[in-house]
């Protein structure tokens, strides 16, 4: 009966990773744009100064770039629990401090510390801990764990937060959100662990090693960064990081600024992450069925034909164009990671995706902070080009992908 559950814990990892991603990734990212409006009113920012907001943002994902390699070498000594626990806890408190703040430079202070915790506790310790129970169904695995960082957008969108932001304000509306952290870490104690064990524990769907394989574990790190894929997927990740984050952190400014309503914007927002799940599930569906490589560069079409309603077109446009960009970053942000996963293997995982996550936190922090810029000096559209060119650039660098496939003796036993 015992082992009958084991067989199991597999999928219950799935489904724990799947909320931890969503409560401490999906939902802790979405929500600044939420509270924007808000933010803005009480700090007496005008239109004129947006840079000065967007750098609470910048300053995040500056922080994520400084914290992220320190955390993938944590993961590798201790193991993704105890990083993922510290990071919840981490989480708990931003939040919680968050409320106390009285002026826009301590909201940067404690954006440093929600930059500690997405990097300790969002995907890359959760992709890392699923990819140790899952082998031929890792494409499937981490479609469904990565959902959790649009689910989480979703979700904040379409509840009641911002009904009760209106009537409580957003101080009692962050400490309410510190709740959630909180109750996840003890599910992290109780539950989750780090991989499969001698005792009746295994993977799920497990094949035993080919011979002369280098190593089921996959590529060392020194290796592995040298490989043409590698800075490939660096150079693609800097362009759909940079685009998605300055379309999406600037579309509640950018659309009330047109003179729509702020309950508008949001609902577009929610229209954005449920999209986006679709696009992580499906594509990572069909990623372990078809190859990985040209899905990527599909999605890239995708996201810069859907920019295109954010350069070129009317606000109004939105309602067809949003969808279509969203479905491509799902697909590009599961797909990436698990072409990483697949072709570097998780022996050096954290190190890996560390160093590929510095290059993303880069794009993540000049998003939103240089379409800022843009707007104050000219306007949202001239920005949202800068977009179109760069998404534009990544189509083409992802058709070249596939070419610099890493071998499976070097990496890992799965099929590509």
Not at 239 to 251: H, L, P, Q
Request: with cysteine; proline share 3%.
């Amino acid at each position: 009966m015992m082992n009958n559950w084991k067989k199991f814990l597999p999928w219950i990892m799935v489904v724990l990773a799947l909320l931890t991603i969503t409560i401490n990734s999906g939902i802790s990212a979405s929500i600044t744009s939420i509270f924007d409006t808000f933010l803005k009113d009480t700090f007496q920012i005008d239109n004129k100064h947006l840079h000065l907001l967007k750098w609470r943002d910048a300053i995040s994902d500056l922080s994520a770039a400084i914290f992220v390699f320190l955390a993938g070498v944590m993961i590798d000594r201790l193991g993704p629990k105890r990083v993922i626990l510290f990071g919840t806890i981490i989480l708990c408190l931003a939040y919680f401090l968050y409320s106390k703040t009285t002026n826009i430079y301590q909201v940067y202070g404690v954006h440093i510390l929600l930059a500690v915790a997405l990097v300790t506790s969002g995907s890359i310790p959760n992709i890392i801990l699923v990819s140790s129970w899952f082998q031929r169904n890792r494409g499937l695995a981490l479609g469904i764990i990565l959902t959790g960082t649009s689910l989480g957008g979703f979700i904040a969108t379409k509840s009641p937060l911002l009904a009760y932001i209106e009537s409580n304000g957003w101080r009692a509306a962050m400490q309410l959100l510190a709740v959630l952290p909180f109750l996840l870490a003890i599910l992290v104690i109780l539950v989750m662990r780090n991989k499969p064990t001698s005792n009746g524990e295994t993977k799920e769907n497990s094949t035993p090693t080919r011979q002369g394989s280098q190593s089921a574990d996959g590529m060392e790190f020194s290796a592995a960064i040298r490989t043409p894929l590698f800075i490939l997927l660096c150079l693609c990740s800097f362009c759909v990081f940079y685009s998605i984050v300055a379309m999406i952190k600037n579309t509640v400014l950018y659309v009330t600024e047109a003179g729509y309503p702020l309950t508008m914007a949001v609902n577009w927002l929610g229209t954005y992450f449920l999209f986006s799940i679709i696009g992580k599930f499906i594509f990572s569906f069909i990623a372990d069925y078809v190859s990985a490589f040209y899905m990527y560069a599909l999605c890239c079409i995708l996201m810069f034909v859907g920019s295109l309603g954010f350069s070129f077109a009317s606000v109004a446009q939105l309602d067809y164009l949003m969808p279509i960009m969203a479905m491509g970053w799902g697909g590009i942000y599961s797909i990436g990671n698990l072409l990483i996963m697949r072709n570097f293997g998780t022996r050096a995982a954290g190190k890996i995706n560390g160093t590929i996550s510095i290059v993303q936190s880069a794009g993540l922090a000049l998003g939103p902070i240089l379409t800022a810029y843009l707007h104050d000096a000219f306007s949202y559209a001239t920005g949202f080009k800068v977009v179109s060119i760069l998404l534009l650039l990544a189509c083409i660098l992802s058709t070249r992908l596939v070419r610099h496939a890493i071998p499976a003796t070097n990496a890992s036993t799965e099929k590509f």
